[in-house]
C-alpha cells in the first residue's frame, strides 16, 4: 500500500524515507504505516543503500503520534478488526526499524510523541534539537505506551520509565537523552549539511558519535542538565513502589512542586490505563523488541472493548471537553485481575515479525 504522506526514494548512498503530512504533524495513520515498512524493506534489498534516513516536513513535530480519530470512529461502530490491523500493521514496521540490518538515523524535531516514537525512537541512531518534545502520553487516552515505547521506558535509568509512562510527561531533547529515547543533542540549523554528508558517503562516520565529542563543524554542544535530572531522586524511590495506589499515597505524602504536581498529572489520567502501563513497563524490562511489542498488543488489542480508549479518544480528540468519564473513580478501584485480563494472551492472530535480521542496526 502506497501513502502520498511517505515520500521514499535513494539519494546517492542513503535511503531516504519523509513524513509529509505537516498539516496532521505528521501522525501516522495505517497507509503510512504500510509505504513505510514497504521502504523498509526496498533499501534492505538495495545493496547500493549504505544506510537510511528519516526526516520529516515542517517544524511543529516529526511525528505527533498515530491517527487514532479513524481507529475511534471505527471502534464506535463496533468494528475492532481495523484498530488491530492498523496495530498489528505498525508495530511490525516498529520491529524492522529496531532489527534493521544497515544504520538507520533518524532527526527528529517539534513533537515526537506515540507513533512518532516508535518510528524515531528505534533508530540507530536518534538525533534531537532544540525545539524537540518527546512523549508517550497515551495514559491521558485510556490506552497504554506503546510501538516498543514500553521497552524503550523499561530500558530508561531508574524508575525514569514508571515515571515517563503514567505521566507521559514530555521530555526535551537532553532529556530524551538521559531517559535512552534519543543519542545526540544537533541544533536544528546544522541538520542539512549532516543529511547531506549522509546521503553522500552512506556511512554513518562523520556523524558526531554518541560517546565522542560534537564534530568541529557540529555547532555549539549544549550544557544545560536535564531538568528532569534535579528530581530523580524522588522519582526513583516513589515510582519504585509496587503498585500505583502506593505511588499516589507516596507522591501525596511528599513535600514539593514537583510532587505536587505529578500527582495532579495522574489524577487526569485513566486510572486502569495507568494500572495496565505500570506492569507492562515491569513486564517488558530485561526482555527485548518483539516480546514488548507482542505484549502492547495484547493490550491494543483489546483497546476498543476493554479499556478507556474510546473515551478518552472522545475527550481528548474529538469532542475536545478534556473531561474523560473514566472506566474507574481512581486507583484503587482498578482490580489486579482487569489488568491481568488486557495482558494475557490473544486468541486472535499475533504479529508475524518475520524472521531475525541477521545484523540489525537498530536498537
Known amino acids: ?32 504505516a504500510l509505504a513505510l515498512e514497504a521502504a523498509l524493506d526496498a533499501f534492505a534489498a538495495d545493496p547500493a543503500v549504505g544506510l537510511v534516513v528519516i526526516t520529516a516536513e515542517g517544524e511543529r513535530a516529526f511525528c505527533a503520534g498515530g491517527d487514532v ?6 471502534g464506535r461502530a463496533g468494528d475492532v478488526a481495523t484498530s488491530q490491523a492498523f496495530w498489528r500493521d505498525e508495530y511490525r514496521m516498529n520491529a524492522k526499524i529496531a532489527e534493521f540490518p544497515k544504520p538507520i538515523v533518524a532527526f527528529m524535531q517539534g513533537f515526537v510523541m506515540g507513533g512518532g516514537v516508535g518510528i524515531g525512537g528505534h533508530a540507530g541512531l536518534r538525533i ?42 514530555r521530555m526535551s531533547g537532553a532529556e530524551a537523552i538521559l531517559a535512552g529515547f534519543a543519542d545526540r543533542l544537533i541544533p536544528e540549523a546544522d541538520w542539512p549539511a549532516l543529511i547531506a554528508r549522509l546521503e553522500a558517503t552512506g556511512e554513518i562516520a562523520g556523524l558526531p558519535d554518541p560517546e565522542a565529542g560534537p564534530a568541529p563543524d557540529a555547532g555549539p554542544e549544549p550544557v544545560d542538565a536535564p531538568a528532569i535530572a ?68 495484547r493490550v491494543t488489542s483489546r483497546a476498543v472493548a476493554d479499556s478507556d480508549f474510546l473515551e478518552g479518544v472522545r475527550a481528548q480528540l474529538i469532542d475536545k471537553d478534556r473531561k474523560p468519564r473514566w472506566r474507574h473513580p481512581g486507583a484503587s478501584a482498578v482490580g489486579t485481575a482487569e489488568v491481568a485480563a488486557l495482558l494475557a494472551p490473544l486468541t486472535v492472530a499475533p504479529i508475524d515479525f518475520g524472521a531475525p535480521a541477521p545484523a540489525a542496526g537498530g536498537r
Open 69 to 74: 480519530a479513524a481507529l475511534w470512529h471505527a
Open 128 to 169: 534531537v534539537g532544540t525545539t524537540t518534545q518527546v512523549a508517550m502520553p497515551e495514559t491521558g487516552i485510556g490506552l497504554v505506551p506503546d510501538v516498543g515505547g514500553s521497552w524503550l521506558l523499561s530500558r530508561a535509568p531508574g524508575r525514569l520509565g514508571e515515571y515517563y509512562g503514567l505521566t507521559g510527561a
Open 230 to 297: 534535579a528530581h530523580r531522586a524522588v522519582i526513583d524511590r516513589i515510582f519504585a513502589l509496587p503498585d500505583l495506589p502506593a505511588i499516589l499515597a507516596a507522591l501525596a505524602a511528599e513535600p514539593g512542586d514537583f510532587a505536587a504536581a505529578t500527582l495532579a498529572t495522574l489524577s487526569r489520567q485513566s486510572p486502569l490505563s495507568m494500572a495496565t502501563t505500570l506492569a507492562l513497563v515491569r513486564q517488558v524490562r530485561g526482555t527485548d523488541i518483539r516480546t514488548a511489542l507482542d505484549a502492547e498488543f
Open 1 to 32: 500500500m502506497s501513502s502520498d504522506a511517505i515520500e521514499a526514494r535513494v539519494i546517492g548512498r542513503a535511503g531516504r524515507i519523509h513524513l509529509n503530512r505537516p498539516k496532521a504533524l505528521n501522525a501516522l495513520d495505517h497507509a503510512m
